[in-house]
């Protein structure tokens, strides 16, 4: 069997030179059969589809048969024939069955119909399932739509550090890093907890953006983009919020905030365009078994241009459609944020389109948005989808160092951490602009998936870092 | 201007549409010129190259031109025109000329001829000059080329977890991470750090290696690589260590030792020869400037079988140059590890050529390793690089659980955090295989940079995380 060259079952299944032998090898998803005939469905994770094998029971031994149960794993040689029953093409009639590794009968995915919250206690083995096989041949291809988009549009990849001396946007509150020995911490004469011997010689986090880095590269390479781990540790247990998660930031010098809607909308519609192109098989299975409306929705967001708006109009919309007798749970009011309510009322109810909203007050913004001339707003843009809300977030950005100095100086931001950050308005600024687009967002919004836990590997969690 | 599309130099330099009106962005690199006309060498970052602006001195405000140093940003609208000068096709004859942002003289970039060690102190500022352009850029076009071939030949790009409470491989010592006070740690009754109200319930670290969890991928998936950061908070100064790094990690079920070998090799070449096609003008840069050997060693590997040995052929080629009078400043003793002088004098002096080694003594590799029938080594492999030593390690895994387990006895290894690993030998175990390559040392290898900090662009090593 060893000279015989396996073959992958996402490239058998397009194969129709039947009467040749072939060699598949995965696992045993289900078993059925009569006495004379055993049907084997078999997957190797390089597509949802399964392959039939044929054996008949009499040409094989009994025990080896017998081994033959969900989870196992086969390499199967065989004549690949047109298939007699419905559902695939061909299939296997096989004259060769070698158990590489039998499954114990405590197998946890057994079972058909077990839920999302039991299998995601059983993340290590739930990547065996066709939903999480089907979810994460996604995640791979969205990350690759993602690389590509960037690459063909003169983009840098570009590393921005995960361990991090400042805390970049003030976005949350932040995981710390040490090697000190926390049952024997050195203190300073004022009692606090000495950092000098301290891997870095200070105290150190998990970075919550790489945006202001990304500035660096920017303004230097022309167009980078980020696309690394990034980390929130808010005490949030939602189907929303992830404590390690994964983010793209696209940042690109000379672009104004109308270039950045344009980059925006057109990103993303590439990227969900690679999704339909390329993932059918696996999306087909989302559309069926999850969310019968993903397809729907995915071709929609394709086919439609995005709808620009201010956030002061948006708040309009939301006041006369209060006036007019629509219920929010939150008040609608000019200067507060707009909760995932009033953001899936735009999209979903009012405009029926993705929206895009900008210039937002500048109280609720971060600190480096470019000033609008009204003294209120920022040139910051929020693009809104529907199921989702808030899908990227990102402006222009401050290009005046003595205006962003003022704004650092009025929000009481240390200036200390900030040094090399304000050098880039110092030497030869220019306006840029970019955004950020959390990768799991855009992953349950190709996939349907409701809990952003089940569309990456291993979810870190409060009281969760299981695997 | 605004109506003008801003035009980038890559794109320009290969443009023959002489007489057109254009715009270019960027910044200013030199100016030099006469009382009549200025000479001004912009760069946008999209190219090594910078396009010459020709400014007839009379035409432009005098104010204006003294604000164009080196540094300052601009906006220039001219015609282009054949170049009159040597080492440019084209010119700019500038018809408009806007200062869009000005350069302080203390621009820390202003010097030819620095250091890179005064330039790592000024990494914020660096990414402006020519060699970390050119190398950042390659480093862009590297991601870009493992992402290209591992989807190009079946692999799923698999996020394995950044923060995990398990140490992977004792591959050495870790970040620990956590959102307690240290200023006001709880304690147990015992006396030691209670983590029962930590983020995670317990103690957590940053992950040394991605490999055990996508051992869980790959027997799902069938083929998967990681591509993320790595952590390891060895205190080590020297040029090739860095205490947060970028690693690749490919697994494959059904692959033995021999596959992983195969698999090895045609991806490095295939991101060589990619680096070759796609970064001509940047390769050619630093070979004039920083390394005149590197497009040749990039060749040689690029057009060279890697020779195949065992561990133990290679001590004895050691061992014999030894008698043969060959000095080294570490013994050769079999059973214990290749240092970089001996790994070096194989692949530099002996074969001449990129050398695979195989079958190591079980005591200095990986519990995981596949153990051989001589019950002495396993079936761990290292490629050998001229310059790099080791690029890249990896192995055929241990399928059978029984082996295994005792293995992790044997080292006791605490088997209570491993349940979930060992879990893939329990169902349907398969023979699988997969290697992990430092991402920065083939950057190394590609620029021939020397030291490991110039080739990430914000390097975190003992007391720094700068930036």
């Not at 094989?60 to 969900?70: N, S, V």
């Not at 298939?83 to 299939?91: K, L, P, R, T």
Request: glycine share 8%; aromatic share 10%; with cysteine.
């Amino acid at each position: 069997m060893q000279s015989l060259k396996r073959t992958k079952i996402v490239d058998l299944i397009h194969c129709t030179e039947f009467g040749s032998t072939v060699n598949v090898k995965g696992w045993v998803r289900t078993r059925r059969g009569s006495k004379n005939v055993n049907f084997i469905a078999l997957n190797d994770g390089s597509t949802i589809k399964n392959v039939q094998i044929v054996a008949d029971v009499e040409q094989f031994d009994a025990e080896m048969l017998k081994q033959i149960t969900t989870g196992a794993c086969l390499s199967v040689v065989g004549t690949l024939v047109e298939s007699q029953g419905a559902g695939q093409a061909s299939e296997i009639q096989a004259t060769a069955i070698e158990v590489l590794g039998t499954c114990d009968a405590d197998f946890p995915m057994q079972k058909k119909g077990q839920t999302f919250e039991y299998m995601r206690t059983h993340a290590h083995m739930r990547l065996r399932t066709n939903t999480f096989g089907a979810v994460f041949r996604i995640r791979h291809n969205m990350a690759m739509a993602i690389h590509r988009y960037f690459h063909e549009h003169g983009f840098f990849y570009f590393h921005t550090p995960i361990i991090t001396a400042s805390d970049a946007e003030g976005a949350g509150q932040m995981f710390q890093v040490t090697t000190q020995d926390l049952n024997n911490l050195p203190k300073t004469e004022e009692g606090q907890v000495d950092y000098a011997n301290d891997f870095f010689g200070k105290q150190a986090s998990l970075t919550v953006s790489g945006q202001l880095e990304g500035e660096l590269g920017a303004t230097a390479l022309g167009a980078i983009y980020t696309f690394g781990p990034t980390f929130r540790a808010e005490n949030s247990n939602t189907p929303r919020h992830l404590a390690e998660f994964w983010m793209i930031e696209p940042e690109v010098a000379f672009n104004d905030i109308t270039d950045n809607m344009d980059l925006a909308e057109d990103f993303i519609k590439y990227c969900i365009r690679w999704a339909l192109e390329n993932c059918k098989d696996d999306l087909e299975f989302l559309n069926n078994m999850v969310d019968k409306t993903l397809l729907e929705r995915l071709h929609f967001v394709v086919n439609n241009n995005f709808l620009r708006l201010t956030y002061t109009e948006g708040i309009e919309v939301l006041q006369k459609a209060i006036a007019e007798g629509r219920k929010f749970e939150f008040p609608v009011t000019w200067g507060t944020d707009l909760s995932s309510e009033h953001e899936r009322f735009l999209v979903e109810e009012h405009f029926k389109c993705p929206i895009i909203l900008t210039d937002y007050p500048k109280e609720i913004k971060a600190f480096y948005m470019k000033q609008n001339e009204d003294g209120k707003t920022v040139r910051a843009m929020d693009v809104l989808f529907p199921q989702i809300g808030e899908i990227i977030g990102g402006s222009e950005r401050e290009e005046s160092y003595d205006k962003l100095v003022a704004r650092i100086e009025e929000l009481h931001i240390p200036m200390k951490d900030m040094w090399w950050y304000l050098d880039t308005r110092k030497f030869g600024t220019c306006p840029h602009s970019g955004f950020g687009l959390g990768f799991e967002r855009l992953i349950l919004f190709v996939t349907g998936m409701q809990n952003i836990r089940d569309v990456i590997p291993f979810p870190r969690t409060p009281r969760s870092a299981e695997f």
